[in-house]
């Protein structure tokens, strides 16, 4: 039994909420979500059969995708 089961599914949640949040997704021209194939294979995980492939554009500005925390050497707060 994995002890990082309930910190693991907080994660996964917070990091889809912040590339369904950053980012709009669309489909490929010309694909429709109908015509996704959405079987998967039997491993020790289950990815999808045939890769997804989406078209994402940021949503917000550029700078909020950078790293929040610099460090500033000359006063030693960030
Ligand atoms: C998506 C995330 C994760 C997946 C898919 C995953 C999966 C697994 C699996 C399949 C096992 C073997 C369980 C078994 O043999 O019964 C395992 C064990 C373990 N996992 Fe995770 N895990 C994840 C996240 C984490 C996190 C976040 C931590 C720690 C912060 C963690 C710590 C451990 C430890 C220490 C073991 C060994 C447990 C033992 O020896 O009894 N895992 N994990």
Sequence with gaps: MCPGYNL??????????????????????????EELNMEET????????FPLEAVVEPRLPARLYMA???????TCVG
């Design 8 to 33: 693991a599914l907080k994660v996964m949640a917070l990091s889809l909420a912040n590339l369904l949040h950053g980012f709009v997704w669309k489909l490929p021209d010309g694909v429709t979500a």
């Design 42 to 49: 039997y491993r020790l995980t289950m990815p999808r059969k």
């Design 68 to 74: 929040t925390w610099v460090p500033d050497a000359r």
